[in-house]
């Protein structure tokens, strides 16, 4: 083990020494971005080096690597010697060499993690790692096969497999990806005038979601990244979802479609409404701009989002229960066609959250109905937003 500890840091030596003028354009990057450099030795051991600059780089030749490998060596010697007679798995040990020889320039911490031997008398996979300071280090690992491999980063838990090179994070972070999205809220009748059909907007028994005047959705968000940091996203959204708006009278009026117009109409008194509820299906694509920012635990603290809509109406029907004064038994009717509304659909949207809780607002700009054949209304629906991006 030490034969490949020697070679390594030598190696690491020449390279602080010789790269710094040829690497300097490809480290001098900002402070968040990193890269890494692999080397395979003839000894089949792997040196792995994760800068963040290069003032890192130049760092490492004030720490004397060439006289670490040996006081390494004789830490490891310790190390295993105490694994073999240790009652557990494995021994970890901690050296501090820049207390005990202090002004030196030393590492401030070794910890060195060794494995209690086999039956064959083989030693198990040993870990080392070696602090420089208190973000600055090296890990090196030795497996059972004998295999070596070196990391050299900001903490001394990085790994080169989990970091990858700043060319592969970024290809992730421009990656599309797709969330499955799921609404709900209530709907209303807003902009409201008198026409030739209706004097205003219907009341609606406003707060029931699911049976009344409620508003669901759920669809596919296909999610384009435009800007991407740590703590930030900004994204472009967009995928098809199936909308469903229902609109629920007040009291004992009902829908009524009377030739070429659907309108509203008060029940006779012998006629008891249970409930009169006009419903609309559609197919919609929306399309937003969506950003969401996280804090340093990646938790979601705040998002927002704006854009707009466009669909066509796949599906309706108006369906009234009621009772016959005298009578307890209940009677349905449901009337399905076109119903006067309009077919195409299309409006602004937008969403504000913070945490896990998050509203949003839709806006019809078209009417609800065709030109006087219907209430002269647009539809607001606004609820929660409970899954997505």
Do not use: C
């Amino acid at each position: 083990m030490q034969r490949a500890f020697l070679p390594s840091f030598l190696l690491l030596t020449a390279l602080t020494a010789g790269l710094n003028e040829a690497r300097a354009a490809r480290l001098t990057l900002p402070a968040t971005v990193q890269d890494t450099i692999v080397m395979r030795l003839p000894n089949r051991a792997t040196l792995t080096l994760t800068v963040r600059d290069a003032a890192q780089l130049r760092q490492l030749k004030n720490y004397h690597l060439d006289s670490l490998t040996t006081r390494l060596a004789t830490y490891i010697t310790q190390a295993e010697a105490a694994a073999k007679v240790g009652t557990t798995n494995q021994v970890t040990m901690r050296f501090y060499p820049d207390k005990d020889q202090p002004g030196q320039n030393l590492p401030e911490e070794i910890r060195i993690t060794a494995h209690k031997p086999g039956t064959d008398g083989q030693h198990g996979p040993t870990k080392t790692q070696v602090f420089l300071n208190k973000k600055f280090g090296i890990t090196t690992t030795k497996d059972a096969d004998g295999q070596n491999s070196f990391s050299i980063g900001t903490d001394g838990n990085v790994s080169a497999k989990a970091k990858g090179d700043s060319t592969k994070r970024t290809s992730r972070k421009d990656r599309g990806t797709v969330y499955f999205n799921f609404a709900t809220g209530l709907n209303a009748f807003a902009n409201s005038k008198a026409n030739s059909v209706s004097s205003g907007a219907p009341a609606l028994t406003l707060w029931d979601f699911w049976g009344g005047a409620g508003y669901t959705t759920f669809g596919l968000d296909f999610v384009q990244p435009l800007a991407y940091s740590k703590r930030a996203k900004l994204a472009l959204t967009f995928g098809p979802e199936f909308a469903t708006n229902r609109f629920e009278l007040r009291g004992n009026d009902q829908w009524l479609q009377t030739g070429s117009a659907t309108l509203v109409d008060r029940a006779p008194d012998a006629k008891q409404i249970d409930k009169s509820k006009l419903t609309i299906n559609s197919i919609n694509l929306p399309v937003m701009l969506r950003l969401k920012l996280r804090n340093k635990d990646d938790r979601r603290t705040l998002s927002a989002g704006i854009g707009g809509f466009g669909g066509y109406r796949v599906g309706g029907n108006i369906t009234t229960e009621y009772k016959i004064a005298g009578n307890d038994n209940k009677h349905e009717d449901k009337l399905r066609g076109d119903l006067n509304v309009n077919d195409w659909q299309y409006g602004l949207q937008g969403e504000l959250g913070f945490h896990a809780l998050r509203f949003f607002a839709k806006y019809n700009l078209n009417e609800v109905f065709q030109d006087n054949k219907g209430p002269q209304t647009h539809a607001l629906s606004f609820g929660l937003r409970v899954i997505g991006f």
